[in-house]
DNA sequence: GGTAGTAGCCTAGCCCTCTTAGGCAAGCGT
DNA sequence: ACGCTTGCCTAAGAGGGCTAGGCTACTACC
């Protein structure tokens, strides 16, 4: 009989893409051993449990949003890195819900180390530096751009502003008004 | 044999508790059938699936954090009010991790407009009334606020904050005085 | 070019969860 | 006392997660 040719990259990219479509708690190994035209048990020659491979969905996301706010920062400064930041951010979330959804499980300490998250953590700070904030001040910004972004994103998606009429993209391109103008006029304690 | 009295009451209140303590995902018919010492099949009598169980803690942690929220807004306004209301808010979602997941699965619209979510809005309007916007700035601001919240203690919980060393507690209230800032001086177009 | 050895896959089988269908009995109203 | 409803049961099937153990296709090496 012919091998299929499983690998874990296959797998975490099929997983990653079976994420978008039905939800990242619906990627089951079964499923993706159909996809792969295995039985489930062989898959288990690749991964360990199917908690891996959530982790390895976000892991690849994680390192996928990373290289595309890379790629929007370059040659930005000011409200303008901070502007492509949150579109490249919140448009990657949009693309690939399940992706997004899965970077959004917690990662035990190691794994998260080694993860592409200290990339956004390092060209978060970079953006900061248009606006010329000292620690701890810097840190205190860099939480709330994210917790930001992420809030509004992940509030879109489950429908958390349904209730108003308002166009999101207007309440999204008003809140990074509101948020350069924050960290330009950063309070003091 | 002795009737359990299982009623739809006391088998969301248990769900809501087992979720605190395992998370919303391994809150399980099954597991709810076996603290009331009954078979899980049971439980369909009173439930009309898995998925319902879970509306429902969403829809009691919905109404609590609503009551407390109300109750630390009692009696303050302006900057006293958003803290306040900021503090029940989290607060609640670090007691109770499970309910504050359980929170986040997106209700159809019906079920969402008749849940607590709506005296949520209004009191988050009634925060803004210190701060003197119209519209449409005002909804976006709310949208601001929600997002800051909501992203905050999400990425606090899965531990997004750990890289840093400097305690959250600080960051939470500089974000905090942040969002006072850009409120009273809300940016025009 | 035969032969080890390993990597890749399979079958069998267990346990758990969700859910439906149909049955029996407890306790209520009359 | 007698039904009728309500609350629980057993039985059973469809999936999913995972382990143990076996066979086979490929690789490397003599």
Known sequence: MARAGVTVERLTLAAAELADEVGVDNVTVAALARQFGVKDASLYFHLKNAHELRVRIALLALAEL????????????????????????????????????????????????????VR?????????????????????????????F?????????GGFRHTPR?????WSRTLDALDAVLTNWPSR
């Open 150 to 158: 992420h809030g509004f994103v992940s509030l879109e998606k489950t």
């Open 120 to 148: 956004h953590a390092e060209m978060t700070r970079a953006i900061l530096r248009g606006y010329r904030l000292s620690e701890p001040d810097q840190t205190d910004a860099v939480r709330m751009m994210h917790s930001t």
């Open 167 to 171: 166009p999101t993209d207007d309440s």
């Open 66 to 117: 990373a290289d595309r706010v890379a790629a929007a920062l370059a040659g930005r400064a000011g409200k303008d890195a901070l502007v492509a930041f949150a579109n490249a951010y919140r448009d990657y979330a949009r693309e690939h819900p399940g992706r997004y959804a899965a970077m959004q499980i917690d990662l035990d300490p190691e794994t998260a180390a080694a993860s592409a998250g």
